[in-house]
């Protein structure tokens, strides 16, 4: 970004989302800034006008009682008093007689007017007194035919309005500068964030799955969604490097079947000479070419498990219910094999998953603990509830895992050496991680002492 040309770069930022919404926010802050200008504006203009009129009336009600009281000359003596003493106050004052005659005032004469009134000094000779001759009066007629006027210099209530107007239109362009400044600096750190995320895509693209998109930390919604990218990359370099060990192992596990196979029909096509020497060349190929097709089906629900697909199969099982089905399932199997199969189930647990999915899992763990163990040993499958879920154990007192290879056995096609004289493909365990995973429980190998121990946690 910073190789860019200074103009792309700034036009970029103008039209990044952050900046967009910024100004949006902006443009509905100076709404309600002049709504709030406006309604502040009329109520301190009306609150100013009310209490100016209060005191204009007060002061004129004042004076009609000295009039009651004393007349005429006495009105005007008082008058004459307050305007010596206020020479450079606010007050105005008229008094004009019954003929309209002046009689004492700083106003010129004017029709006789009752209440409020505006108007504008005639007397105000300089500039700065024209602009500042708008009055504000109230005017009483008094009983003798008298006309009393008290006004107020207006120019106080102009005065606040200018002050009112000046400082929103302050505030109004602070604000649009934040706006726009913030605007500019968030949309050009939300484009360095976007950089980032395309040249990380870039990379991967290139073909580095291992590459990940830096969080800064800030747990807001970009770092929720980076961490949620990372997350996804994870899954898909973890598929993509299982898709490689399948590819792998496919090419290496497979390649013996296959070549027995090729080479057993070969034998048929050479040696064999009578219709029963054919029969067993085909038999034998018809077992090895089951038994490659047991392995890819292996391979193919595996796949179908890792991707989600059974999801949709799911409902709230009896687990204790199932795994006891499944035990006694195995009892004649155990017997037959002079194996011993200790079944502990707790009652009432229960699961959200796929029937057949779980049995299978359990199945799988019973036959390698059964296929797997010398004769005369015990395999026992346990259900534990616990508060917060549950432990599915299958255990054996056989020769165990050495602990180096236990995560091993759950890849694709791997088998101990021991193991490699026995009936098997190497996914069984596989595929009950892969069940385990689908169904959100965890799995772990530990030593029993002696033997294996299998256990599955929710």
Same mark, same amino acid.
């Given at each position: ?135 504000? %009066?109230?005017? &009483?007629? #008094?009983?003798? *035919?008298?006309? @009393? =006027? ?5 120019? !106080?209530?102009? $005065? ?12 109004? %362009?602070?604000? &649009?500068? #934040?706006?726009? *400044?913030?605007? @500019? =600096? ?5 484009? !360095?964030?976007? $950089? ?20 800064? *930390? ?241």
């Amino acid at each position: 970004m910073s190789s860019a040309p200074p103009n792309r770069i700034f036009g970029r930022i103008l039209r990044s989302a952050s900046f967009r919404l910024a100004l949006i926010y902006a443009a509905l802050f100076v709404v309600s800034a002049c709504v709030l200008f406006a309604t502040v504006f009329v109520t301190a203009t009306v609150a100013m006008q009310s209490d100016m009129q209060a005191v204009l009336k007060t002061e004129a009600l004042q004076l009609a009682e000295i009039h009651r009281r004393f007349g005429l000359v006495g009105l005007a003596q008082q008058i004459t008093r307050r305007m010596d003493f206020r020479t450079r106050g606010p007050i105005y004052y008229l008094l004009q007689a019954p003929n309209r005659q002046v009689v004492v005032g700083n106003l010129p004469g004017m029709p006789p007017v009752e209440g409020v009134i505006d108007f504008r000094n005639e007397r105000a000779t300089d500039e700065a007194d024209v602009e500042r001759s708008r009055l504000m %009066g109230f005017g &009483l007629v #008094l009983p003798d *035919g008298a006309f @009393l =006027l008290v006004a107020q210099d207006a120019g !106080r209530l102009l $005065d606040m309005q200018r002050a009112i107007i000046r400082a929103f239109v302050w505030a109004g %362009g602070l604000t &649009l500068f #934040l706006a726009v *400044g913030g605007g @500019l =600096l968030l949309g050009r750190n939300f484009l !360095r964030r976007i $950089d980032t995320i395309g040249r990380t895509t870039r990379v991967i693209m290139e073909g580095d799955l291992s590459a990940r998109i830096p969080v800064r *930390g800030t747990n807001d919604e970009i770092d929720q969604l980076v961490a949620s990218l990372n997350a996804m990359l994870e899954r898909i370099q973890a598929l993509m490097e299982g898709l490689r060990q399948v590819t792998g192992d496919i090419a290496h596990d497979l390649r013996t079947p296959l070549g027995r196979l090729r080479q057993r029909l070969e034998d048929a096509r050479e040696h064999a000479t009578t219709t029963g020497e054919y029969a067993v060349a085909t038999d034998a190929a018809i077992t090895e070419a089951d038994t490659l097709l047991e392995t890819f089906s292996a391979l193919l629900r595996i796949a179908q498990i890792e991707a989600g697909a059974q999801k949709s199969a799911f409902s709230e099982l009896d687990l204790s219910a199932l795994l006891r089905s499944v035990g006694e399932a195995y009892l004649p199997s155990a017997e037959d094999a002079q194996h011993a199969l200790d079944l502990k189930i707790d009652g009432g647990v229960r699961l959200t998953g796929d029937r057949q999915l779980v049995a299978q899992m359990v199945s799988n763990l019973i036959e390698n603990a059964l296929n797997h163990t010398p004769a005369d040993s015990t395999v026992s499958l346990r259900l534990t509830r616990r508060d917060a879920g549950f432990d599915i154990e299958v255990s054996d007192n056989g020769s165990g895992i050495p602990e180096a290879e236990r995560e091993r056995v759950f890849d694709r096609f791997y088998r101990l050496d021991r193991s490699r004289t026995t009936a098997g493909s190497g996914l069984g365990l596989a595929l009950v991680k892969a069940i385990a995973t689908l169904h959100g429980l965890s799995i772990k190998l530990e030593d029993a002492h002696p033997g294996l121990r299998v256990t599955i946690s929710h």
